[in-house]
């Protein structure tokens, strides 16, 4: 793959917009690591951030090639997981000096997330050395973390350069291999929502990062037999795909082109996990199961002929709703729906009047059994899910992952169609 035309982006695009990407350098290849010398040539005061599983897998070698440019160095804990929450942020907040002049990343996506937030809020450029196929953040300019209890995904900025080795890449743990196909096969979720949305909501749609989109997905899609056999061919593929999902939310300032409904769910997961000191799933794989989710949703809204609801909104059992199922986080996330006003919406006149363009939207997206089979066929277990997850969990994330983001998704929908307030 030739980035230099992605990343010089698109001057007159269809839709109105020009698309830039900030990133300077991409290097996905063999000893890629090798090229870090050349590449920070002219930075002396570098601070590599890493963990400690991924300072042995590739960190030390970084160093080692960095010399005395090194500076300073953050090394959090491998075990337990870690969190990108207030105290991983104020600690590398803290190791940020007047004199670093870049900070390096070693690792996948908490230690991208985190490296990329501070990196922007301190106005530092940053490198990102990625150890695992595992998460489309790499190239994007969001940055996900957890403050206040909930998933909050802010503006930030692309790294400067990207460097892949492929024999690090493909000796990553399978489970995060699994986790970066799944993330990619969960974009015919985010994707059909993206043109929800643009149909309900009156949602900005770029169709030119739609398509870019939809065609990496589509050449993941036939991988997923083959992962298992680690071939540098398909790692190289996969990883690819990833960087092109990160650089279209670069393109539009968002995650839309690939975040949607299976990630709320997904975040739920996460976030209701924390709080009660419950097992969640890898980031990918958990987006890959919650995108089958949607999908079936999605399936079911299609065998309605007409919308019909005789839903209406109420504030105080819906409060006590989130309370129960939020506990602490629960004031974040009513302020924010607060503040994101759908509740106040009349969307039921616009899904009446739109139905049949709705679920032409709909028909749009693969089966969820071919989204079965897709997981499958790189051993992502969909049993695993549902006994992580409980059927009552499912439910309640079906219904409530919508009210963590200010995204307008098919659970919006979904929830006016079938959600009962309890008498």
Known sequence: MDFEKLLNGIDNCPCGKAHKCDIEKIIIKKDAIKELKRLLSSYSNI??????????????????????????????????LLVPDENAIKALNDSVKSETDIIIAVGSGVINDLCKLISYRRSRPYCIVATAPSMDGYASSVSAVIEGN????????????????????KNAPYEMI???????????????????????NGEYFCETVYDMVYSVLQKTAEIG??????????????????????????????SRPASGSEHHLSHFFEVVGLLNNEPYLPHGICVAGSAVITQRLREEIIEI??????????????????????????????????????????????????????????????????????LNSAGISFSEFNSVYSPEKIRNAVFFAKDLKDRYTVLWLYFAMKYKFEE
């Open 305 to 374: 002929q007409e919308f019909e609801s005789g839903f209406k909104f109420d504030r105080e059992k819906w409060e006590r709703a989130v309370r129960s199922i939020y506990s602490k986080a629960a004031n974040g996330v009513i302020d924010l729906q607060d503040k994101t006003g759908y509740y106040k919406r009349d969307f039921a006149s616009i899904y009446k009047e739109k139905w049949e363009e709705i679920i032409s939207v709909f028909n749009k997206a693969p089966s969820s059994e071919y989204m079965l089979d897709l």
């Open 47 to 80: 601070l590599l951030v890493a963990d400690t599983n991924t300072y042995e897998i590739c960190g030390e070698r970084v160093k080692a090639i960095l010399g005395d440019a090194v500076k300073d160095e953050l090394i959090y804990p491998g075990v337990p």
């Open 225 to 254: 037999p083959r992962l298992k056999d680690r071939r540098e061919e398909d790692i190289k593929l996969l990883f690819e795909s990833l960087v092109i999902v990160g650089i279209a939310m670069a393109y539009v300032g968002n």
């Open 150 to 169: 909930m998933k909050i995904t802010y503006a930030a900025h692309s790294p400067k350069f990207i460097i892949a080795d492929l024999d690090v890449l």
């Open 178 to 200: 699994q986790a970066g196909f799944g993330d990619t096969i969960g974009k015919y979720s985010a994707l059909n929502d993206w043109l929800l949305s643009k149909i309900v």
